[in-house]
């Protein structure tokens, strides 16, 4: 039969509103709409970053330094490029009568911006301030209660508002910040006292270029001319590499996950191909009476499936694009892209390609089971069942190996993404086993003696039961759930037992060293009881490492070693007689108070151990462009979870007192003490210092942890939706056995009281065995990533966490019964008579 007969028989017999075919056009449609929503997305945005990456960089180029400017031969190469335009950040403290914020001050020259265009509220598009001009962004006006034409003080200088930021252009670029921003001119930060030396500030240097260069070339070239000039460079091809980076590891794990729940829905797909052909099982046997041979068969129904499959995809298609604009105004704000449709044809073509992989997998064994059996058997499936085909196989696999060769060549970290995809199968694996596990308990449990309880639990284990599929696809939806529920509630605990204790009042930057003393007594005066801790603030890159005599220049790295963070850009250095507080020697010993040696350093225990190193190897550091040379004394772990100090490298005295620099403090103050009046006297006495309420940071975090949480949430709703179709394959699939049983027992005598409670209680029985699996295997995993990757006490809220897995478990049970009772509708006559 050629593929035109068999479309035009396939077609004839293919209901238009894919009766039968149903489930499997909404499994595939679901699979591909989420696929092609994330995929869209993810090209909308990485699309704008890639057109608007000047503007959100500043610059087709930008070097960041700490603690310095760039020197004249350093900036005479950057002009030699282009068009430079300078400034530096800082954190900085603005104050109003009585009142007083946390600020991010960002210092522009004249020729800022080089890209997009700076607009004021009801004012258009501005140059950069001049002299005491300010800008302020919403958020700083209202904290300090001004508007335009106002005045405000910031360090020893008074400025006036000269406008309201609406659109800051390089906002995006600039990274996280713990104010809002508040544009002045170039030289208004050293004016206002805030650059004296050893104050902790950033400069950045944007060039805009007077022609078309390779930009990686050029920052090699800059890397090579100045190796130990700690630059940080950053180029428009990665406008905002922070954004960049959230939104491919973003795209990545939703990708996984959507491809996890599209593999969860293939389970529904295999049901309902199964009830599909089982429901086709004369026609099939007609056409073999026919003459028809195994390869007719396959083809005819091969053909509905895929057009099924076909419409689906479509559909899923269409709403994953047309789902984008939706998600870009809920996103506006938060990550570059436009509210309006974004076609890209290979995410698209990615979805689409996932769901027809999917669809193979799991159509193809009940397909081919099908194809080679004779009329006879056909024609006695329901009481003499089909076995199963061994050639299925190869299609399985080959199908599966497409969907991970697909997952693994679209990923920009393969690693990665195998190794997800590697877990997700161990889990399914594991689920798979505890169904089993769950059918062979059931048959060996003793029979109840009610007849509704016996019959309930027969059917977790009569021959072609769905126990085992429905605890798959259904356990890992529920137990993502529990996942959320134990981290969530058990870090809140963390936060809410142990931070308070441990955490300071304010975290202050830039205290002047000649003046700790008065900063102390100033403190002591606010309240006797408050307890002040400073150390020395540097910042510092590492410039190489390694055994004496055979040291790694770190530009030389073509890439950082995995750990080995503290490797990359400029990072806090602080030196101490004693070891810091919260901090424990595990290698070597101390230096001790009075020491006059060699430079020394002691380094974070997790850090050496990925860049390879231990006690006598060298350090050199660049600071304030210079080199020091240190050898590593001893190796500490460090309690990351204090909020207090921590360094991965604290050096010997000796190796910096000399270099200039200011002190970094925490205050503690009493409990009861009011911290308004503090707050304002440390802004008064130290007008160049910066002072951070913790209170304020620790709200971030907890707003953080609760996005996180929506976007988890939402992800393994997506899995139990999936488990749904699942189940409402499974009934579909057995609708006909069930059909036949609810009728033998209406003729014993059951009403349809008895026989709902009969599914009531079956489906009871199988929630709690889901019950039981998904907290089991969620609060594993919840335990494990709490306590092993965050190092968090295990905290968990069991009533949260039980109310959540309820819940679940309330939607199953109400979808199950729901869909068995269209069984409760069948007429004894007419089904008997149909047999």
């Keep these: 039969m050629s593929w035109a007969n068999a479309w035009r028989i396939a077609r004839r017999d293919l209901n238009a509103r894919f009766k039968g075919l149903r489930l499997l056009l909404v499994c595939i449609f679901l699979g591909t709409a989420a696929l092609a929503a994330i995929g869209s997305l993810t090209a909308a945005i990485e699309r704008e970053l890639e057109a608007n990456g000047q503007t959100f960089l500043g610059g087709d180029i930008q070097v960041e330094l700490w603690q310095r400017s760039l020197n004249a031969d350093e900036r005479a190469a950057l002009e030699d490029l282009g068009t430079v335009s300078a400034g530096t950040r800082l954190q900085a403290m603005a104050r109003k009568d009585d009142l007083a914020a946390p600020i991010e001050l960002k210092a522009v020259d004249e020729a800022y911006p080089l890209y997009g265009s700076l607009v004021l509220e009801g004012q258009g598009k501005s140059p950069a301030p001049i002299g005491n001009q300010a800008f302020l962004a919403p958020g700083a006006a209202d904290r300090l209660g001004v508007r335009r034409g106002d005045s405000f003080a910031v360090g020893t200088q008074t400025l006036t508002v000269a406008g309201i930021i609406e659109d800051e252009p390089d906002r995006l670029g600039e990274g996280f910040q713990l104010g809002p921003t508040i544009i002045v001119?170039?030289?208004?930060?050293?004016?206002?006292?805030?650059?004296?030396?050893?104050?902790?500030?950033?400069?950045?240097?944007?060039?805009?270029?007077?022609?078309?260069?390779?930009?990686?070339?050029?920052?090699?070239?800059?890397?090579?001319?100045?190796?130990?000039?700690?630059?940080?460079?950053?180029?428009?091809?990665?406008g905002a590499p922070g954004t960049d980076r959230f939104v491919e590891r973003m795209s990545e794990f939703l990708t996984l996950v959507g491809l996890a729940a599209l593999v969860i829905a293939g389970i529904g797909i295999g049901g309902g191909v199964t009830s599909y052909l089982d429901a086709r099982r004369q026609s099939i046997a007609t056409l073999k009476v026919l003459g028809a041979d195994s390869r007719d068969i396959a083809r005819i129904y091969a053909l509905q499936i895929f057009a099924a499959s076909a419409v689906g995809s479509i559909a899923g298609l269409v709403v994953g694009v047309a789902v984008v604009p939706v998600l870009a105004q809920a996103l506006e704000g938060l990550l570059p892209v436009n509210a309006g449709f974004v076609i890209d044809p290979g995410a698209l073509a990615l979805a689409a390609a996932y769901g027809f992989l999917v669809a193979l997998v799991f159509a193809a064994p009940p397909l081919m089971r099908a194809r080679h059996f004779p009329a006879m058997a056909l024609m006695r499936a329901r009481v003499a069942p089909l076995a199963r085909d061994r050639s299925a196989m190869l299609v399985v696999t080959g199908g599966l190996a497409a969907i991970v060769g697909l997952a693994l060549l679209t990923s920009s970290r393969p690693l990665l993404a195998g190794g997800f995809l590697f877990g997700a199968a161990i889990v399914l694996g594991l689920l798979a086993l505890l169904g089993w596990l769950i059918r062979k308990g059931a048959a060996a449990l003793p029979r109840p003696q009610s007849p509704i309880a016996r019959a309930a639990l027969a059917n977790i284990h009569r021959p072609g039961s769905s126990t085992g599929s429905l605890v798959t696809a259904l356990g890992f939806g529920l137990a993502a759930f529990v996942l959320l529920a134990a981290i969530q509630s058990s870090i809140d605990g963390n936060i809410q037992s142990r931070v308070p204790e441990r955490a300071p009042n304010y975290f202050v930057l830039d205290v002047p060293r000649d003046r700790e003393a008065d900063f102390r007594a100033l403190v002591t005066q606010a309240d006797s009881g408050a307890s002040v801790r400073a150390v020395p603030a540097l910042r510092g890159a590492v410039l190489a490492?390694?055994?004496?005599?055979?040291?790694?220049?770190?530009?030389?790295?073509?890439?950082?070693?995995?750990?080995?963070?503290?490797?990359?850009?400029?990072?806090?250095?602080?030196?101490?007689?004693?070891?810091?507080?919260?901090?424990?020697?595990?290698?070597?010993?101390?230096?001790?108070?009075?020491?006059?040696?060699?430079?020394?350093?002691?380094?974070?225990?997790?850090?050496?151990?990925?860049?390879?190193?231990?006690?006598?190897?060298?350090?050199?550091?660049?600071?304030?462009?210079?080199?020091?040379?240190?050898?590593?004394?001893?190796?500490?772990?460090?309690?990351?979870?204090?909020?207090g100090f921590n360094y991965v490298f604290v050096l010997s005295p000796n190796a910096l007192r000399d270099t200039p620099h200011n002190l970094a403090a925490t205050i503690e103050l009493s409990d009861g003490t009011p911290t308004g009046p503090l707050l304002q006297a440390l802004v008064r006495e130290f007008p160049s210092t910066s002072v951070i309420e913790v209170g304020g940071v620790l709200q971030q975090a907890r707003t953080i942890l609760e996005q996180v949480g929506i976007a988890t949430l939402a992800a393994a709703s997506v899995a139990v939706l999936a488990?749904?179709?699942?189940?409402?394959?499974?009934?579909?699939?057995?609708?006909?056995?069930?059909?036949?049983?609810?009728?033998?027992?209406?003729?014993?005598?059951?009403?349809?009281?008895?026989?709902?409670?009969?599914?009531?209680?079956?489906?009871?029985?199988?929630?709690?065995?889901?019950?039981?699996?998904?907290?089991?295997?969620?609060?594993?995993?919840?335990?494990?990533?709490?306590?092993?990757?965050?190092?968090?006490?295990?905290?968990?809220?069991?009533?949260?966490?039980?109310?959540?897995?309820?819940?679940?478990?309330?939607?199953?049970?109400?979808?199950?019964?729901?869909?068995?009772?269209?069984?409760?509708?069948?007429?004894p006559a007419q089904v008997l008579r149909a047999l």
């Design 723 to 827: 488990g749904l179709a699942v189940l409402l394959g499974a009934i579909a699939a057995a609708r006909a056995s069930r059909t036949y049983d609810t009728v033998v027992l209406r003729v014993l005598g059951a009403d349809r009281r008895q026989v709902l409670a009969m599914q009531l209680a079956e489906y009871a029985l199988l929630a709690g065995a889901l019950a039981l699996v998904a907290l089991g295997l969620g609060t594993l995993t919840a335990w494990l990533v709490v306590t092993q990757l965050f190092e968090f006490d295990w905290l968990p809220d069991w009533g949260q966490v039980f109310a959540v897995l309820g819940l679940g478990l309330a939607v199953v049970v109400a979808f199950a019964v729901g869909g068995s009772l269209p069984l409760l509708r069948s007429k």
């Design 185 to 238: 001119a170039e030289d208004l930060p050293r004016r206002a006292g805030l650059l004296e030396p050893g104050s902790m500030y950033q400069s950045k240097t944007r060039v805009a270029l007077a022609q078309t260069r390779d930009l990686e070339a050029i920052e090699q070239d800059l890397e090579d001319r100045f190796p130990d000039a700690g630059f940080d460079i950053d180029t428009a091809e990665n």
């Design 545 to 643: 490492f390694g055994p004496e005599g055979s040291m790694t220049r770190t530009s030389s790295l073509e890439e950082i070693p995995d750990g080995a963070w503290a490797l990359r850009g400029e990072r806090g250095l602080t030196y101490a007689d004693e070891v810091p507080e919260g901090n424990e020697l595990t290698d070597g010993s101390w230096w001790g108070p009075m020491y006059a040696g060699e430079p020394l350093v002691s380094v974070d225990k997790d850090f050496a151990e990925a860049a390879g190193l231990k006690i006598g190897d060298k350090l050199t550091f660049g600071v304030l462009g210079a080199e020091i040379e240190t050898r590593i004394a001893s190796l500490r772990t460090i309690n990351w979870e204090s909020l």
